[in-house]
């Protein structure tokens, strides 16, 4: 029932020419097929390349990051009118780096997930703990204050337009992946208070990926488990082998 989704995070890599060659490439391997949704998010710089791309085709674009003002004196920052203008249908929200390196709160990024809704982008909402939260049991506690800030005063009819992306922090772009069934154990949890914030009509629908070095190798063990819905994908997702071989991973399952 509920469609996978391959997300590419391409953090701070892909000029604008290289990303008019990757998401070509990303198009061509798609094509027709509609049973997954694949999305892209470079850096701002080439979100206007990737939407030229990308148009028409079954490729969607992504941010990694907005702000949730309108306009105004924000030296460097980017609205999500702005990126509407682009077509950009989808903006990563709350990722570990963008809370540890910018010290983004749980307050700052519910209200960008608010805006970002208004504006009928669809955030992709990142959750995770670290190593040491982990080896002190509170994984639980940490996704459940993370998700449940996050979300804040989301209206109901909103709620299946949010994606969540469970992504251990120790689990980022270090090669260490969590096992399935660990990542099945958070992910049944973060469906539980999904179902408890938005009733269980539209909690079961609402997509929730996992991020932390899916690659080929470990994509078909970890989609398979019942509660993960997709991937966010960091490293695996600058080159369109590996990409399009997680799209084909998720495809196989649809
Ligand atoms: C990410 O940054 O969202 C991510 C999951 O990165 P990687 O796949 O490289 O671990």
């Given at each position: ?32 097929d ?6 892209v ?52 929200l ?26 009928s ?43 969540i ?13 969590a ?46 488990q ?29």
């Amino acid at each position: 029932m509920r469609k996978y989704l391959i997300a590419g995070n391409w953090k701070m890599n892909k000029n604008a020419a290289e990303t008019a060659a990757l998401v070509d490439e990303i198009v061509a391997a798609v094509g027709n097929d509609t049973s997954v949704s694949a999305v892209v998010c470079p850096p701002f710089t080439s979100v206007a390349t990737a939407s030229d791309k990308a148009a028409n085709s079954n490729v969607g674009v992504g941010a990694q990051n907005m702000y949730f003002e309108a306009s105004g004196a924000y030296t460097g920052e980017i609205s999500a009118e702005m990126l509407r203008h682009l077509h950009v249908d989808w903006v990563i929200l709350g990722h570990s780096e963008r809370r540890a390196i910018f010290g983004e709160s749980d307050e700052l990024i519910n209200k960008k997930v608010k805006v970002a809704l208004e504006n009928s982008l669809q955030p992709i909402l990142c959750v995770g703990e670290t190593i040491e939260e982990r080896e002190a049991g509170d994984t639980l506690k940490v996704v459940e204050t993370q998700l449940t800030e996050g979300l804040r005063d989301v209206k109901d009819e909103d709620a299946t337009s949010v994606v969540i992306a469970y992504e251990p922090v120790w689990a980022i772009g270090t090669g260490k992946t969590a096992t399935p069934e660990m990542a099945q154990e958070v992910h049944a949890y973060i469906r539980k208070l999904l179902n408890a914030l938005f009733g269980e009509e539209k909690g079961e629908q609402i997509r929730v990926l996992y991020g932390g070095s899916m690659k080929p190798e470990n994509a078909d063990e970890l989609l398979a488990q019942k509660d993960i819905d997709g991937g966010l994908i960091g490293g695996a997702s600058l080159k369109s082998s590996s990409f399009v071989a997680l799209i084909d991973s998720a495809k196989k399952l649809a």
